[in-house]
């Protein structure tokens, strides 16, 4: 598949510039776009209710009292130690305040302390499994995924070996402890969950 602009073809996606056409695909369609393992992960607009999430989960984190010199962010990529053409961009990252400063727009994944990714309607079982290792290689100390299809959640710690080697299930309604620094307790008793998706006309 090429993408053109224009009569000015633009370069298919291959090793050492999938980054530039993801980039690309992003401007044009307004689509989410990682690379996670090598491979084009495109996400579409985020749900009002996956909003919510994102927005409860961020002022939970702002409000607890962060630890001086780390905030957190929404709309940051991180990038995989040692292959800058990797990136996931998730939901929320907390990261040094310096990042506000920074002119890339990839952060270093060694520089987050926790990323949090709240789970699409239309995602699979794969996708989530292969995005919780790619947070592992990229030693990540703390992954919280939310699941408000099934309202649950799972809390990622421990990275080694290519993936996280503690996993903490819980449900919404019970409180989850972010391990240190962080050290906050976040309540999920309040997190939208999905209906049924909306049919189309």
Known sequence: MSVSSGDRPEPRPRPGNLREFGEKIENMTGLRVQIVGGRLVMSPTPRGKHAGVVKRLRRQLEESGLPPG????????????????????????????????????????????????????????????????????????????????????????????????????????ESVRLPGPLDVEVDTGDFPVYGSPPERG
């Open 70 to 173: 780390l905030d957190v962010y929404e709309v940051s990529s991180i990038a995989l130690p040692e292959d800058l053409d990797d990136y996931a961009t998730p939901d929320l990252v907390v990261l040094p305040t310096d990042w506000e400063e920074d002119d890339d727009w990839l952060a270093d994944s060694r520089d987050a302390v926790l990323a949090v990714e709240v789970i699409s309607q239309s995602e699979k079982s794969r996708e989530i499994r292969d995005k919780a290792d790619w947070y592992a290689v990229a030693l990540v100390p703390a992954l919280l995924v939310v699941d408000p299809r099934k309202s649950v959640w799972a809390l990622h710690t421990r990275p080694g070996n290519g993936s996280y080697q503690q996993v903490l299930p819980g449900k919404f309604g």
